[in-house]
T-cell receptor, first 111, second 118 residues
Framework: GNSVTQMEGPVTLSEEAFLTINCTYT??????LFWYVQYPGEGLQLLLK?????DKGSNKGFEATYRKETTSFHLEKGSVQVSDSAVYFC??????????FGQGTELSVKP | DVKVTQSSRYLVKRTGEKVFLECVQD?????MFWYRQDPGLGLRLIYF???????EKGDIPEGYSVSREKKERFSLILESASTNQTSMYLC?????????????????FGAGTRLSVL
């Protein structure tokens, strides 16, 4: 079946550090891939997406590339800020149109 | 801006109570969803609705029901709350159907309702 696996958190970084949050997926066909972010006390917001192999999604300095050969969609940012502290969810949309979420990775950025 | 509003941020209920969680969206979206969010499990789909009075079971519908009498409102009902239903509940909506690509079926989320069942 379809599934998404993220690296376990919490991830703690200093401000301006490089961020990688790993995400791998299992799916039939060619799913669309998403990263959602949940800031403290808020709902989820779409951060970026990619709809086909080799697509790169980007937003707010975050990037992720759809890698079909490794079934991965790792989230990266070159220089994190305290305001990036949040929980990040990787998700895929399966052929039936439903979103399948990973377990979430908490990021804490210290000044 | 799309706005998805959940009526309560925090609720405390007792075992056996009937619980209603309300969600309203103001963008004339066709689809609405209810998820629960638990640590280490991510979000799991409980029910969704693709039209007024229409509903489909998600991955974990047991113990829940839903109601969609108006397009803008989607209610989640716990007929007899149990302690294992203590969780964060998130409502979402999207403009069009599940299939296909593009911005029209991006899901927009409410802020969540944290329910504690004692």
């Amino acid at each position: 079946g379809n599934s998404v696996t993220q690296m376990e958190g919490p991830v703690t970084l200093s401000e301006e550090a490089f961020l990688t949050i790993n995400c791998t997926y299992t799916a039939t066909g060619y799913p669309s891939l998403f990263w959602y972010v949940q800031y403290p006390g808020e709902g989820l917001q779409l951060l970026l997406k990619a709809t086909k192999a080799d697509d790169k999604g980007s937003n707010k300095g975050f990037e992720a590339t759809y890698r079909k050969e490794t079934t991965s969609f790792h989230l990266e940012k070159g220089s994190v800020q305290v305001s990036d502290s949040a929980v990040y969810f990787c998700a895929l949309r399966n052929q039936g149109g439903k979103l399948i979420f990973g377990q979430g990775t908490e990021l804490s950025v210290k000044p | 801006d799309v706005k998805v509003t959940q009526s309560s941020r925090y609720l405390v209920k007792r075992t056996g109570e009937k619980v209603f969680l309300e969600c309203v969206q103001d963008m004339d979206h066709e689809n609405m969803f209810w998820y629960r969010q638990d640590p280490g499990l991510g979000l799991r789909l409980i029910y969704f609705s693709y039209d007024v009075k229409m509903k489909e079971k998600g991955d974990i519908p047991e113990g829940y029901s839903v109601s969609r009498e108006k397009k803008e409102r989607f209610s989640l009902i716990l007929e007899s709350a149990s302690t294992n239903q203590t969780s964060m509940y998130l409502c979402a909506s999207s403009l069009t159907g599940l299939a296909g690509e593009g911005a029209k079926n991006i899901q927009y989320f409410g802020a969540g309702t944290r329910l504690s069942v004692l």
